[in-house]
């Protein structure tokens, strides 16, 4: 017989989004649950930075000291790394630092990389101390509906739990099919972009800087983040990877890794990463996710709401997804604390978190699609590294479009 309990509100995922609406939920007097499959610290492909916009969210939260202990250096410079090319320019700075609600005005005003191994575990911690009740390692199966309630079955190992409530939030992230109504389905197509990531040691990038990197078949970044390590991370074509991975020697055909096609391909084809690898050593195993879903999806669907990447994801080429997390599981919290109880206040919130949400990232989305566009298409990677030779401004411009500096409503 599976055990039973009931809250308030159950979130999917404790990545940042899920973190995010869980803390602020339960600082404001709600029972919350939070179910999270993997067990922390874990490492995650993302690269890792983060705009200052974050940082009175963070200290909302109450994770912000601890953020700026432990986040790497300033990034006070964006690149373009491709084929030989290596350009830079000023990164846009958070005009006058974010200011909070209590009228206190932070100094941040660059974004910074802090490893995923840290940042979803400081924030899952914060959700304790608020008193959010975590289920992990526990992969959520099945919704159902229960009257008023719905019901999450939820697994560790062999032992089923039931858990219910009103409201249910979809903190999943997108790149994993699954059961739930709320995941993707599978896919497999040519042109899907699937994500990798590592850390290296001892790199020789400067630590101001953090370039875009764009090659045959995808696009990607590197950043110095915490303790010495720098984050590369990149997208690349599936068709692209398969061709790659395929060695043709002298005497038959093999398959390599491929995480060593990845490397092997980023060292190849920007000599900027080759600079700052040379002496580099990997700390930790390439890690590999996807395909990624770009795109804007719904907020609000058959009484399920949704955060981060569940909702709408940009393109990682503007590395802007953990502040859309954040923010969004912020709005998200923000409307259901203030809406009626009953289905049809959660509904009109439901409206309201939708409409808040397009007007914030939108922008981002489109913005961020039409620059993996252009990085996609044979060819235009030299097209690209001409343009940003002779007006390297365009670089601040994309980081401004990008929504690097644009404010967290409730906070300016
Ligand atoms: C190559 C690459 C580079 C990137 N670089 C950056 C960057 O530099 N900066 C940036 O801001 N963003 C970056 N991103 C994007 C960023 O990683 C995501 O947007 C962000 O992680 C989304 O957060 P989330 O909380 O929505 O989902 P996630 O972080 O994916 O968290 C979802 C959580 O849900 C859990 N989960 C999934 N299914 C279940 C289930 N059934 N039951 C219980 N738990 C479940 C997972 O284990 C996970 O912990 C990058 C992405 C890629 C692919």
Same mark, same amino acid.
């Given at each position: !017989?599976?055990?039973?309990?009931?809250?308030?509100?159950?979130? &999917?995922?404790?990545?940042?989004?899920?973190?995010?609406?869980?803390?602020?939920?339960?600082?404001?007097?709600?029972?919350?649950?939070?179910? =999270?499959?993997?067990?922390?610290?874990?490492?995650?492909?993302?690269?890792?930075?983060? %705009?200052?916009?974050?940082?009175?969210?963070?200290?909302?939260?109450?994770? $912000?000291?601890?953020?700026?202990?432990?986040?790497?250096?300033?990034?006070?410079?964006? $690149?373009?790394?491709?084929?030989?090319?290596?350009?830079?320019?000023?990164?846009?700075?958070?005009?006058?630092?974010?200011?909070?609600?209590?009228?206190?005005?932070?100094? @941040?005003?660059?974004?910074?990389?802090?490893?995923?191994?840290?940042?979803?575990?400081? #924030?899952?911690?914060?959700?304790?101390?608020?008193?959010?009740?975590?289920?992990?390692?526990?992969?959520?199966?099945?919704? @159902?509906?229960?009257?008023?309630?719905?019901?999450?079955? &939820?697994?560790?190992?062999?032992?089923?739990?039931?858990?219910?409530?009103?409201?249910?939030?979809?903190?999943?992230?997108?790149? =994993? +099919?699954?059961?739930? +109504?709320?995941?993707?389905?599978?896919?497999?197509?040519?042109?899907?972009?699937?994500?990798?990531?590592?850390?290296?040691?001892?790199?020789?990038?400067?630590?101001?800087?953090?370039?875009?990197?764009?090659?045959?078949?995808?696009?990607?970044? !590197?950043?110095?983040?915490?303790?010495?390590?720098?984050? &590369?991370?990149?997208?690349? *074509?599936?068709?692209?990877?398969?061709?790659?991975?395929?060695?043709?020697?002298?005497?038959?055909?093999? /398959?390599?890794?491929?995480?060593?096609?990845?490397?092997?391909?980023?060292?190849?084809?920007? *000599?900027?990463?080759? @600079?700052?690898?040379?002496?580099?050593?990997?700390?930790?195993?390439? #890690?590999?996710?996807?395909?990624?879903?770009?795109?804007? /999806?719904?907020?609000?669907?058959?009484?399920?709401?949704?955060?981060?990447?569940?909702?709408?994801?940009?393109?990682?080429? &503007?590395?802007?997804?953990?502040?859309?997390?954040?923010?969004?599981?912020? #709005?998200?919290?923000?409307?259901?604390? %203030?809406?009626?109880?009953?289905?049809?206040?959660?509904?009109?919130?439901?409206?309201?978190?939708?409409?808040?949400?397009?007007?914030?990232? %939108?922008?981002?989305?489109?913005?961020?699609?039409?620059?993996?566009?252009?990085? #996609?298409?044979?060819?235009?990677?030299?097209?690209?590294?001409?343009?940003?030779?002779?007006?390297?401004?365009?670089?601040?411009?994309?980081?401004?479009?990008?929504?690097?500096?644009?404010?967290?409503?409730?906070?300016?």
């Amino acid at each position: !017989m599976a055990r039973l309990s009931t809250h308030d509100a159950i979130i &999917i995922g404790a990545g940042p989004a899920g973190t995010s609406v869980a803390l602020t939920l339960a600082r404001r007097g709600w029972a919350v649950a939070i179910v =999270e499959k993997s067990a922390f610290p874990r490492r995650k492909v993302c690269g890792e930075y983060m %705009s200052a916009s974050n940082l009175a969210l963070l200290d909302q939260l109450e994770i $912000g000291e601890a953020w700026r202990a432990n986040a790497g250096p300033e990034i006070r410079r964006v $690149g373009f790394f491709s084929g030989e090319t290596c350009v830079e320019a000023p990164m846009p700075h958070a005009k006058d630092g974010p200011r909070a609600n209590d009228g206190h005005c932070a100094k @941040d005003g660059f974004g910074r990389a802090l490893g995923r191994d840290i940042l979803d575990c400081l #924030l899952l911690q914060s959700a304790r101390s608020a008193g959010v009740e975590i289920f992990q390692p526990c992969r959520a199966v099945a919704i @159902d509906r229960d009257g008023e309630m719905q019901m999450v079955r &939820i697994q560790a190992g062999n032992e089923t739990t039931m858990l219910r409530a009103p409201v249910i939030v979809a903190a999943h992230g997108s790149w =994993e +099919p699954g059961p739930l +109504p709320s995941q993707p389905g599978k896919t497999n197509r040519p042109s899907d972009l699937l994500g990798f990531k590592a850390h290296f040691t001892g790199s020789s990038l400067a630590p101001d800087l953090m370039p875009l990197l764009a090659f045959p078949g995808g696009y990607g970044g !590197m950043v110095s983040a915490d303790h010495g390590r720098l984050s &590369i991370s990149c997208c690349i *074509r599936r068709d692209m990877l398969a061709r790659l991975r395929t060695h043709h020697g002298p005497k038959h055909q093999s /398959r390599v890794s491929a995480a060593d096609a990845v490397c092997r391909h980023l060292m190849e084809s920007c *000599r900027g990463v080759r @600079d700052a690898l040379e002496s580099a050593h990997a700390d930790g195993a390439w #890690l590999a996710a996807g395909p990624i879903r770009p795109g804007i /999806r719904s907020c609000y669907e058959r009484d399920i709401f949704r955060v981060g990447n569940a909702a709408g994801e940009s393109h990682p080429i &503007i590395a802007e997804g953990i502040s859309m997390a954040l923010q969004s599981g912020w #709005l998200l919290a923000s409307e259901l604390a %203030s809406a009626p109880d009953g289905r049809a206040g959660r509904e009109a919130a439901g409206k309201r978190y939708e409409a808040a949400w397009k007007r914030l990232f %939108s922008t981002r989305v489109y913005a961020a699609a039409a620059l993996a566009g252009i990085a #996609l298409s044979p060819g235009s990677a030299t097209l690209m590294a001409a343009i940003v030779r002779n007006f390297p401004q365009a670089l601040t411009l994309g980081a401004q479009l990008s929504g690097k500096t644009k404010p967290v409503p409730g906070f300016v």
